[in-house]
T-cell receptor
Framework: IAGITQAPTSQILAAGRRMTLRCTQDMRHNAMYWYRQDLGLGLRLIHYSNTAGTTGKGEVPDGYSVSRANTDDFPLTLASAVPSQTSVYFC?????????????FGPGTRLTVL | AQSVSQHNHHVILSEAASLELGCNYSYGGTVNLFWYVQYPGQHLQLLLKYFSGDPLVKGIKGFEAEFIKSKFSFNLRKPSVQWSDTAEYFCAVNADTGGFKTIFGAGTRLFVKA
């Protein structure tokens, strides 16, 4: 079934550790996104990529980095995790990066930083 | 800056009651509007969208939304809710601000009592 996969499903991490959240899509979508979902704040964009080889900063990029080496993969890295990065992380993709971009979401990664 | 406001964070209804969830946005130019739904334990999925044309749009599962440009609103409605509509609902706006990033509201949690 076509869609977005994320790994791991959940993770408990010690503060200061490095962590990479994986995201893979098989829809050949050009654009990909990383959001964090926090209670009362909805989804906030961390980073995005309009096409392979390009990335951009979203609303809350500090402490996170991304890469887009190919169309399918868009990993999110926390270089040195802090407790405020405890959240549910969603990867999403859309066929194009323009204004008509219906986004398709992955199942999420629940991250706890202690 | 673009922002999206959802007026109700929690709504509790009995089955067969009518539903209206409010959504207002701050941008005055051309906008594209979305409602996404997240059922318990599932990832976000598109409920309906408005790009242009008839301001009353119909989505899946009997939902509809009305775009009122003068009020900067895009409220979600359903005449008669079912227990299976229990979910979190997110309004989202994508505007031609030069970045075409989608901004999500904080979400409204709907609980339908059987």
């Amino acid at each position: 079934i076509a869609g977005i996969t994320q790994a791991p499903t959940s993770q408990i991490l010690a503060a200061g550790r490095r962590m990479t959240l994986r995201c893979t899509q098989d829809m050949r979508h050009n654009a990909m996104y990383w959001y964090r979902q926090d209670l009362g704040l909805g989804l906030r964009l961390i980073h995005y990529s309009n096409t392979a080889g390009t990335t951009g900063k979203g609303e809350v990029p500090d402490g996170y980095s991304v890469s887009r080496a190919n169309t399918d993969d868009f990993p999110l890295t926390l270089a040195s995790a802090v407790p405020s990065q405890t959240s549910v992380y969603f990867c999403a993709s859309s066929e194009l990066s323009g204004p008509y971009n219906e986004q398709f979401f992955g199942p999420g990664t629940r991250l706890t930083v202690l | 800056a673009q922002s999206v406001s959802q007026h109700n964070h929690h709504v509790i209804l009995s089955e067969a009651a009518s539903l209206e969830l409010g959504c207002n946005y701050s941008y005055g130019g051309t906008v594209n509007l979305f409602w996404y739904v997240q059922y318990p334990g599932q990832h976000l999925q598109l409920l309906l969208k408005y790009f242009s044309g008839d301001p009353l749009v119909k989505g899946i599962k009997g939902f509809e939304a009305e775009f009122i440009k003068s009020k900067f609103s895009f409220n979600l409605r359903k005449p008669s809710v079912q227990w299976s509509d229990t979910a979190e609902y997110f309004c989202a706006v994508n505007a031609d601000t030069g970045g075409f990033k989608t901004i999500f509201g904080a979400g409204t949690r709907l609980f339908v009592k059987a």
